[in-house]
């Protein structure tokens, strides 16, 4: 059964949902993890220049807390660490591509106005 919102509800919700995206490199790092890809930790450091290895953990790790993310860890050396979305993270692959339509959309709204 869907969730019933009010005004203050809804916003507080979209609110909680965006503070679990903030961060400058975690949309970054969900958009190269889209269509079901698997990247290990040395991948998103080559994909993602001027991330520091600090902040990538970082970022890695609150999206893995969030349940966002999974990582996988293969017991041996040198260490090998890939990290792949959850399902819940996959579901967010349309809205965020709904947000670049809505985006788009701007420049049409203001040529009518």
Not at 23 to 38: E, S
Not at 78 to 87: D, F, G, H, I
């Amino acid at each position: 059964m869907r969730k019933v919102y009010t005004p203050s509800t809804a916003a507080a919700d979209v609110a909680e949902v965006i503070r679990l995206l903030e961060g400058r490199w975690k949309l970054v790092i969900l958009f190269h993890l889209f269509d079901g890809k698997v990247q290990r930790y040395s991948d998103f450091e080559k994909l993602i220049p001027g991330i520091s290895q600090k902040m990538l953990s970082q970022q890695l790790r609150t999206l893995e807390a969030d349940g966002i993310v999974i990582r996988k860890i293969y017991p041996q050396v040198p260490p090998k660490v890939e990290y792949r979305l959850t399902a819940w993270g996959q579901a967010l692959c349309p809205a965020l591509d709904a947000l670049l339509n809505w985006a788009e959309q701007k420049g049409r709204f203001e040529d009518s106005a």
